[in-house]
Each structure stands twice: as structure tokens, then as C-alpha cells.
């Protein structure tokens, strides 16, 4: 006896694809921003660095690497592989900030929440 399934696609609302596409832009648009302050080697970019004990010589290769996976992120097909590579990244600067010993960390992982939710 064999049964029988319908399986009927369901598809989100419009609001929720909305939320989604809001939830996952806005991370994104931080990260675009925060990368470019880097590749110009920003003023403040460039003391906030060294604040945190990372040479300068390093900020154009974060920059490089922070903008490259946010792109990632933001092509529907590579949208997954970018959100975890931003966790991973968000997860490097979180944890910056606690070792360092401030309240700051919590961005990061906000943002990296962010990601989680708008690529579902």
C-alpha cells in the first residue's frame, strides 16, 4: 500500500520577505561602509585599530576581506558561504572587544544575527 503525499510549497508572506530583506541589508550596509573606512585607511579607522593592538599594516587586508565577504553575502547564490564567513569575521571582533575588556561587543553580534536571519 503505497500513500499518498501533497506537498504544497508554501512561500512567506510579503511582509516577511520585507523583514528579511531589511534584516539583511542593513548589517550589510554597515559592513560596506566599515570596509571602505578601511581601504581609504580612514583616520578613525586607522586609530581604532591600533587600539586594539593590530598593526597598521593589517587594516587593508581586513578591509579586503571584510568587504569580499559581504558581497559574498550579498548574491543569492553565495548568500550562505558570506554569512558564515561574516559570523566568523563578527566572531573575531567580538571577541577583540571582550579581550580588550569593553561593552562594544555586542554589535558584532547583532550583526551577526542579522545575517543568520536574512538569508533564511
Known amino acids: 500500500m503505497t500513500q499518498s503525499t501533497d506537498v504544497t510549497a ?3 508572506s510579503k511582509v ?5 530583506w531589511i534584516l539583511g541589508i542593513l548589517p550589510a550596509l554597515l559592513l560596506l561602509f566599515s570596509a571602505s573606512m ?10 581604532g585599530m591600533m587600539q586594539h593592538g593590530y598593526q597598521e ?3 587593508l ?3 579586503i576581506v571584510e568587504l569580499a565577504c559581504t558581497l559574498l553575502y550579498l548574491f543569492p547564490r553565495t548568500a550562505v558561504l558570506g554569512a558564515i564567513l561574516l559570523t566568523g ?3 573575531g571582533a567580538t571577541a577583540t572587544h571582550v579581550i580588550k575588556g569593553e561593552r562594544q561587543f555586542v554589535m558584532p553580534i547583532v550583526g551577526s544575527s ?4 536574512g538569508s533564511a
Open 10 to 12: 508554501s512561500r512567506p
Open 16 to 20: 516577511a520577505t520585507v523583514a528579511g
Open 38 to 47: 578601511a581601504l581609504v585607511k580612514s583616520p578613525e579607522a586607522v586609530k
Open 57 to 59: 599594516r593589517f587594516i
Open 61 to 63: 587586508v581586513l578591509g
Open 89 to 91: 569575521y563578527l566572531g
Open 114 to 117: 542579522g545575517f543568520c536571519v
